[in-house]
């Protein structure tokens, strides 16, 4: 990894992968935070973070691998906060059997088929609001930082513009979202929806954060 002013040499390949991670420290009293990786490989990752620890500084991550959790112990390498805050981190211990996890996430990231961002499952109640004056109460079932997919009673076309409102636990903020595609269920009751998030505004960013942290915390 290579952060401003240093060079790391290094041993394994790096993959773009957008995941979200819990980062934790002791030797921070207080610190939590939620970011976002930019890149993983078998012994790190970049963390885009609110609040980047400084090097040497030891932390405890919990990493959404999809609809499982990994716990591992990491050390800062470095940090920047220009132009945005990012830290690189070098995995020490794993708990338990939890490498494995990660080996498999970073064995599909090297496949044919890699994904930019993971979708994590979630249950969440939401509330969707179509203009002029359309509420509808449904439920989202994954998240990713570009979108969502959730269910509702009515089926709408693609490239439905969406305003999206989550319980207050997770942000006082809406967000704002496309109808990229609608699938009606083996049941016949309800309508999956895939959604895209329409810009890089706080109401998203704050969404996601509420939501992630809420599922590594359970």
């Not at 970011?35 to 620890?53: F, K, Q, Y």
């Not at 400084?54 to 405890?60: E, F, G, K, R, V």
């Not at 961002?117 to 109640?125: D, Q």
């Not at 959730?150 to 999206?164: E, G, H, R």
Request: aromatic fraction near 6%.
């Amino acid at each position: 990894m290579r952060g401003m002013g240093s060079t790391v040499t290094r041993q394994h390949p790096r993959f773009p992968l957008r995941l979200p991670v819990l980062c934790e420290s002791q030797g921070v009293p207080g610190y939590r935070t939620v970011g976002i990786t930019r890149n993983v490989s078998i012994d790190g990752l970049m963390l885009e973070a609110p609040r980047p620890l400084t090097p040497h500084t030891p932390t405890s991550l919990r990493l959404l691998a999809g609809d499982r959790i990994a716990h591992a112990e990491a050390v800062v390498v470095w940090m920047t906060q220009e132009p945005s805050s990012r830290m690189g981190m070098r995995f020490t211990t794993w708990a338990g059997t939890d490498s494995h996890v990660w080996d498999q996430l970073l064995a599909f990231q090297a496949g044919p088929t890699p994904r930019a961002s993971l979708r994590i499952p979630i249950t969440l109640e939401v509330t969707c609001v179509i203009p002029p004056d359309t509420r509808l109460r449904g439920q989202a079932k994954n998240v990713s930082d570009g979108g969502l997919m959730v269910t509702l009673p009515k089926d709408f076309p693609p490239q439905t513009l969406v305003t999206v409102e989550v319980p207050s636990w997770v942000t006082r903020f809406p967000v704002e979202a496309e109808v990229m595609w609608a699938l009606t269920t083996s049941e016949g009751h309800d309508v999956i929806h895939g959604l895209r998030f329409l810009s890089e505004d706080v109401g998203k960013e704050l969404f996601l954060i509420g939501a992630l942290l809420q599922q590594l915390l359970d």
